[in-house]
Every structure is written in C-alpha cells, then in structure tokens.
C-alpha cells in the first residue's frame, strides 16, 4: 500500500476515489474489481469515514502500492468526504467507486479512450446493472449527448461508481459536491457540469451497483426524491425549458414503454398537469389512449395478481381523466 506522506512526483492517468463507511461486508469485493482493471496507471484513493467495523482492517489487509488511504478522525459524512477526496486526488481524470459496488475489468480502459478522444466530454459514465439478493437487473439510461442534455430533466442518467470526470474542469470552475443537496449531491454535480461540456455513458454495462437495505437510495428515499425535484426544476431553469415543452417531449419518449405500474404511475400527474395546458392536452390524450389499448386482456385472468390489479386501477383513473 502506498504511503501517503510520500507521494510519487509522477503523477497517475486516473485517480480513482471511493468512500468507505461500514463497508466490510462487500469492500473487498469492491477494491479487488478496481485492482484487476486492464487500465493499470492509476492511484486508488480510499478514505475511511469512520467505520466501526472491520473496514480499515480489510483495506489494510492490501499491499499494492496503487492504494493511497486516509482515514477521518470521526464520520464527515458522503458529501465532506467525496470533497476531501477530490482534493487529494493527483490524476488527470477521477474515477467514482462505491465500497459496496463493482467495476467491470475494463471500465476504466474504455473512459479514458473515450475522453482521451473527445476533449469536449467533461465526464463520462456508463451502463450498468443493479445487482443484490441474487438478481441483476439492467438499467436503461440514455447514452447519447443530446439525450442526456434532455433526460437529466427527468431523473439521473448516471450512476455515481461508473463515472470518471476531468478533475480540471472541477479546479477551474470550482465545482465540488454540495452539503444540501446531500442524497442528490451527485445529481446536482451532473447538472452543473453540462454548463461546461458534454457528458456520455458509454452504451455498455460496466459497472454493477448494489442495492440492499443499508443503501443511501433506500433508507433515504423521500429525502432523495425531494431534493431531486429541485436539482429538476433548477436545471429546467438552467436550460431554459419549460414545463410544457418537457410533457410534450416527455411523452413522444415515453409511447414505446411497456405498460408496467410504473409506467401508469408517471404518467397519471402528467395528464393531471397536461389538462391545464388546452395547447397540449389534445396530442397527449391521443398518444395515451393509443398506448393504453397495448395492456393484456388481463380481465380474462380470473386469480390476478396484485400488482396487474393495481395496473387496472391506475387505467380506470386514467381513463376518467381522458374522457
């Protein structure tokens, strides 16, 4: 393990940075994933944010030099320490990891050619899979520039672990996570950084994200919602776009989705909100007529599961509302 009072001159291609709080049932897992990656010129900085478990033990536990660790005297929290994380990173491009999550071997070779190439990219990420409880599940984000530029409006286009940033664009416009948009601090950083260049996800899975109970998106959820709903409207204002032209652009994306509860759930407040819009409310109620005669004549099922019964009352709402 490399000592970090006593840094090389030499400074790595990537640093990679990765919090660690409590993170002894999957870390080792998470470190391994970033030690075998077929890009091998980076430095890998863990921080310590005060566990109480046997997370610095496992880290400890490594030799290779590429580790740098630091450990808080008490817990900073997420956002503190990803900062104090940038700060300490020395390469050219900042690789995000999470202690509970896995980078494919060859995540970190395919973002540096990809910004290597491009130098209007100010961050990349990529696909990835959530993973827990034995299932993995693919996630559906988009991938191109102009996509992305227009689906931040609607929710995330990145996982955190699978992106890897320029560090001087963070340097030069003094960007940095942000303590009170903690839960969507990373949402936030995303949205600020399309002030500044382009961003990508690679149309690849290369990451797989953990979800389990102890998970930020869980046991904060309402918080997370909230707060994503100002980094939304925030952004909106920052691209100048109104809500109107969101339904209306929303809803051509959305028409090919298969029908899920989900899916009925997104688009009940949208008709609700489109109603007040007379300009868009003919082509919207159209569009979701078209797309709700595609449900399964699951009136025919006799013993319906509850979730196709929930489906059937989110239609009949909609149905009212469409009249």
């Given at each position: 393990?490399?000592?970090?009072?006593?840094?090389?001159?030499?400074?790595?291609?990537?640093?990679?940075?990765?919090?660690?709080?409590?993170?002894?049932?999957?870390?080792?897992?998470?470190?391994?994933?970033?030690?075998?990656?077929?890009?091998?010129?980076?430095?890998?900085?863990?921080?310590?944010?005060?566990?109480?478990?046997?997370?610095?033990?496992?880290?400890?536990?490594?030799?290779?030099?590429?580790?740098?660790?630091?450990?808080?005297?008490?817990?900073?929290?997420?956002?503190?320490?990803?900062?104090?994380?940038?700060?300490?990173?020395?390469?050219?491009?900042?690789?995000?990891?999470?202690?509970?999550?896995?980078?494919?071997?060859?995540?970190?070779?395919?973002?540096?050619?990809?910004?290597?190439?491009?130098?209007?990219?100010?961050?990349?990420?990529?696909?990835?899979a959530i993973y827990g409880d034995q299932?993995?599940?693919?996630?559906?984000?988009?991938?191109?520039?102009?996509?992305?530029?227009?689906d931040m409006a609607i929710y995330c286009?990145?996982?955190?672990?699978?992106?890897?940033?320029?560090?001087?664009?963070?340097?030069?416009?003094?960007?940095?996570?942000?303590?009170?948009?903690?839960?969507?601090?990373?949402?936030?950083?995303?949205?600020?950084?399309?002030?500044?260049?382009?961003?990508?996800?690679?149309?690849?899975?290369?990451?797989?994200?953990?979800?389990?109970?102890?998970?930020?998106?869980?046991?904060?959820?309402?918080?997370?919602?909230?707060?994503?709903?100002?980094?939304?409207?925030?952004?909106?204002?920052?691209?100048?776009?109104?809500?109107?032209?969101?339904?209306?652009?929303?809803?051509?994306?959305?028409?090919?989705?298969?029908?899920?509860?989900?899916?009925?759930?997104?688009?009940?407040?949208?008709?609700?909100?489109?109603?007040?819009?007379?300009?868009?409310?003919?082509?919207?109620?159209?569009?979701?007529?078209?797309?709700?005669?595609?449900?399964?004549?699951?009136?025919?099922?006799?013993?319906?599961?509850?979730?196709?019964?929930?489906?059937?009352?989110?239609?009949?709402?909609?149905?009212i509302l469409l009249k």
């Amino acid at each position: 393990m490399g000592k970090t009072n006593a840094m090389s001159q030499i400074k790595p291609i990537i640093s990679v940075l990765m919090p660690a709080y409590n993170a002894a049932a999957y870390i080792r897992e998470a470190i391994d994933s970033i030690l075998t990656q077929t890009f091998t010129d980076f430095e890998f900085v863990i921080i310590n944010d005060g566990s109480t478990d046997t997370t610095e033990e496992i880290i400890l536990s490594y030799s290779d030099e590429r580790i740098k660790y630091y450990a808080n005297e008490s817990n900073m929290g997420i956002v503190k320490t990803l900062n104090r994380g940038i700060d300490l990173c020395r390469g050219k491009y900042i690789a995000r990891m999470d202690a509970d999550d896995v980078s494919l071997p060859n995540r970190l070779e395919k973002q540096v050619h990809r910004l290597e190439a491009n130098p209007q990219i100010v961050a990349c990420g990529t696909l990835y899979a959530i993973y827990g409880d034995q299932r993995q599940t693919p996630v559906d984000v988009a991938t191109d520039v102009q996509d992305i530029r227009y689906d931040m409006a609607i929710y995330c286009q990145f996982a955190h672990s699978t992106m890897m940033i320029r560090k001087d664009i963070l340097e030069q416009y003094k960007l940095r996570y942000r303590e009170e948009y903690k839960c969507a601090e990373d949402y936030k950083l995303w949205t600020e950084l399309l002030q500044y260049g382009d961003m990508i996800n690679i149309p690849e899975v290369l990451g797989y994200i953990r979800q389990c109970e102890e998970g930020i998106s869980i046991s904060n959820a309402d918080k997370q919602k909230n707060l994503s709903d100002i980094v939304r409207k925030d952004y909106l204002n920052q691209l100048g776009v109104s809500t109107q032209v969101l339904l209306s652009d929303l809803l051509n994306k959305t028409i090919s989705v298969d029908v899920t509860r989900e899916t009925l759930r997104a688009y009940y407040p949208l008709v609700l909100q489109a109603k007040s819009h007379n300009w868009l409310y003919k082509n919207f109620k159209t569009a979701l007529k078209k797309h709700l005669r595609h449900l399964p004549l699951i009136n025919k099922i006799k013993d319906m599961s509850c979730e196709w019964k929930e489906i059937l009352n989110y239609k009949d709402k909609l149905a009212i509302l469409l009249k």
